[in-house]
């Protein structure tokens, strides 16, 4: 099992920056990639990045290029999301996830998730 623990959400206006962390524990070494989604209201869950353990390994969607950056810092076991330049539809439940596939997008290929925390960017 891995247990993970986001933290850093909050309401922020248009244009502002938030910085995203997710705490990891248990089993870690069980889990090669660490992903991040997000979730609106009424709609799916919606992959936003992920890198991988080790190595250089980044992914991100298109709505994420040039404003999001993920980071990891593996003594501490968290992984970062820093999100700049953010807009009003970036306005999500943002949940951090634990995987094994390299390159995955799917919720499915994620085993384990956070609770969630509350982004909310105003206009």
């Known amino acids: 099992q891995v247990q993970l623990v986001e933290s850093g959400g909050g309401l922020v206006q248009a244009g502002g920056s938030l910085r995203l962390s997710c705490a990891a524990s248990?089993?870690?070494?069980?889990?090669?990639?660490m992903g991040w989604f997000r979730q609106a209201p009424g709609k799916g869950r919606e992959f936003v990045t992920a890198?991988?353990?080790?190595?250089?390994?980044?992914w991100y969607a298109d709505s994420a290029k040039g404003r999001f950056t993920i980071s990891r810092d593996n003594a501490k076991n968290t992984v970062y999301l820093q999100m700049n330049s953010l807009k009003p539809e970036d306005t999500a439940v943002y949940y951090c996830?634990?995987?094994?596939?390299?390159?995955?997008?799917?919720?499915?290929?994620?085993?384990?998730w956070g609770q969630g925390t509350q982004v909310t960017v105003s206009s």
């Open positions: 996830a634990a995987g094994r596939t390299l390159y995955s997008r799917s919720p499915d290929q994620y085993a384990f």
């Open positions: 248990g089993r870690t070494r069980s889990s090669s990639v």
């Open positions: 890198i991988a353990w080790s190595g250089t390994s980044t």
